[in-house]
């Protein structure tokens, strides 16, 4: 069985800083590329960043120059910090990770029960 589990959000304002983190756990033989996600009110689930396990990495238009995805290999952690963080930047966030079991040779995704993230005066 793995586990994602999210931490770190909260209520910011504008401008503010948050910076999230997610560990995955259990019989994982390796991590290859994690994500963050995020789901507005109303919309569809939209991709933030992305990190390989080289670490590489990739965000949106929107949160370039904001936001920052990076990854602890050792601690099977990825994180995300935000900084000047807009009510635009609302949404809950989760993420997600493309991971190899211990006895097996697949890939599969898994994904964290997310954290809201909320940015308002």
């Known amino acids: 069985q793995v586990q994602l589990v999210e931490s770190g959000g909260g209520l910011v304002q504008p401008g503010g800083s948050l910076r999230l983190s997610c560990a995955a756990s259990?019989?994982?033989?390796?991590?290859?590329?994690m994500n963050w996600y995020r789901q507005a009110p109303g919309k569809q689930r939209e991709l933030v960043a992305t990190i390989t396990n080289g670490g590489s990495t990739n965000s949106a238009d929107s949160v370039r120059g904001r936001f920052t995805i990076s990854r602890d290999n050792a601690r099977n952690t990825v994180y995300l910090q935000m900084n000047s963080l807009k009510p635009e930047d609302t949404a809950v966030y989760y993420c997600n990770a493309n991971l190899q079991l211990y006895g097996s040779i697949l890939r599969s995704n898994y994904w964290g029960q997310g954290t809201q993230v909320t940015v308002s005066s």
């Open positions: 259990g019989s994982i033989q390796r991590i290859y590329t």
